[in-house]
């Protein structure tokens, strides 16, 4: 546990291979990123609001870009390639998805005022000839 303070284990340029537990680990988080691809696009199929779709699109491509670059970190780890499986590409990764989860979380917050502008709208365009 000392090893994930120290700035020698994130940027050594040799780290070797991954402890299995941590190997087992990643494949388990690619395949929940898999399957958090595939419920937000059912979700965005069938969900028939359109003030839902731009979340489950920006749910779908966090998933999905998560999962692509999980795959990419197995595999460049399985191959000892050494600049692509050092460890600092994991701070990297996950400072990427901080920053994306801030955004999908903002668009969330912002769903009510979105609602009632849509509602607002709505009413306005009642009164309209079409």
């Known amino acids: 546990m000392g090893n994930l303070i120290s700035i020698g284990f994130w940027f050594n340029m040799n780290p070797g291979s991954l402890a299995p537990v941590f190997l087992k680990l990643l494949y388990a988080a690619a395949a929940l990123f898999f399957a958090g691809a595939a419920a937000a696009k059912i979700f965005s199929k069938i969900d028939g609001n359109?003030?839902?779709k731009p979340l489950w699109k920006k749910c779908y491509y966090f998933f999905l870009t998560n999962f692509i670059i999980g795959l990419f970190i197995i595999f460049f780890n399985a191959q000892s390639i050494m600049f692509f499986s050092a460890r600092f590409w994991f701070l990297a990764w996950l400072a990427g998805d901080a920053v994306w989860l801030y955004?999908?979380?903002?668009?969330?917050?912002?769903?009510?005022?979105?609602?009632?502008?849509?509602?607002?709208?709505?009413?306005?365009?009642?009164?309209?000839?079409?």
């Open 50 to 52: 359109r003030l839902h």
């Open 103 to 130: 955004f999908i979380v903002k668009a969330l917050s912002d769903m009510p005022a979105k609602r009632k502008m849509l509602e607002k709208e709505m009413e306005y365009k009642k009164y309209l000839p079409r």
